[in-house]
């Protein structure tokens, strides 16, 4: 079993800044993509941003530019710096580490909120 704990959320005026941070119970990440998703209320969860094993990285068109995913595999974490952040940037954020096509670990989720 393998716990994610997210950590970064907040409140933030719009243009702000934050990092989340996604840690591992054990030592998974090195082998496995990882992803950052996003659920707003009343909408579906979305992916945010993807980064592969050997650090190649995916964005969702609305976060391009702003975002940046990375990952310390030696502290089992990985990062989502948001800057320019917009008031529908607003959500619970979740990391995700699929094991295979249909089972993955997912963290608690943290909550994003921008507003002035």
């Known amino acids: 079993q393998v716990q994610l704990v997210e950590s970064g959320g907040g409140l933030v005026q719009p243009g702000g800044s934050l990092r989340l941070s996604c840690a591992a119970s054990?030592?998974?990440?090195?082998?496995?993509?990882l992803g950052w998703y996003r659920q707003a209320p009343g909408k579906q969860r979305e992916l945010v941003a993807t980064?592969?094993?050997?650090?190649?990285?995916t964005y969702v068109d609305s976060v391009k530019g702003r975002f940046t995913i990375s990952r310390d595999n030696a502290k089992n974490t990985v990062y989502l710096q948001m800057n320019s952040l917009k008031p529908e940037d607003t959500a619970v954020y979740y990391c995700?580490?699929?094991?295979?096509?249909?089972?993955?670990?997912w963290g608690q989720g943290t909550q994003v909120t921008v507003s002035s």
């Open positions: 980064i592969t094993s050997s650090s190649r990285t």
């Open positions: 995700n580490v699929p094991i295979t096509p249909t089972f993955g670990y």
């Open positions: 054990r030592r998974i990440f090195s082998i496995y993509d």
